[in-house]
Nanobody, 118 residues
Framework: QVQLVESGGGLVQPGGSLRLSCVAS????????MGWYRQAPGKQRELVAV???????NYEDSVKGRFTISRENGKNTVHLQMNSLKPEDTAVYYC????????????WGQGTQVTVSS
């Protein structure tokens, strides 16, 4: 059974930094994209950043220039470096691995809390 394990969340001051990591365990193959989503209370989950198998990267507009997504270890690990954090970045962050075949398969982490506050 595939599991995604997230780490790196916490409480930081505005302007601070955090680095989130997500590692896949178990049998996993043919992943086409890895991404990070976030969900704040009362809001819908939104895509923060995604990197596909070719290395192409896209960011949500509000995090451009501040966040960096990267992958390593044969594409089974993804990171999100978050700099210049703002209170509006406060949310639960979820990693996502997606496979495209005859169907779409999504694998999700359990979520890690990021709180940006003075």
């Amino acid at each position: 059974q595939v599991q995604l394990v997230e780490s790196g969340g916490g409480l930081v001051q505005p302007g601070g930094s955090l680095r989130l990591s997500c590692v896949a365990s178990g049998s996993i193959f043919g992943i086409n994209a890895m991404g990070w989503y976030r969900q704040a209370p009362g809001k819908q989950r939104e895509l923060v950043a995604v990197i596909n198998s070719s290395g192409s990267i896209n960011y949500e507009d509000s995090v451009k220039g501040r966040f960096t997504i990267s992958r390593e270890n044969g594409k089974n690990t993804v990171h999100l470096q978050m700099n210049s954090l703002k209170p509006e970045d406060t949310a639960v962050y979820y990693c996502n691995f997606r496979r495209f075949s005859w169907r779409v398969d999504d694998y999700w982490g359990q979520g890690t809390q990021v709180t940006v506050s003075s």
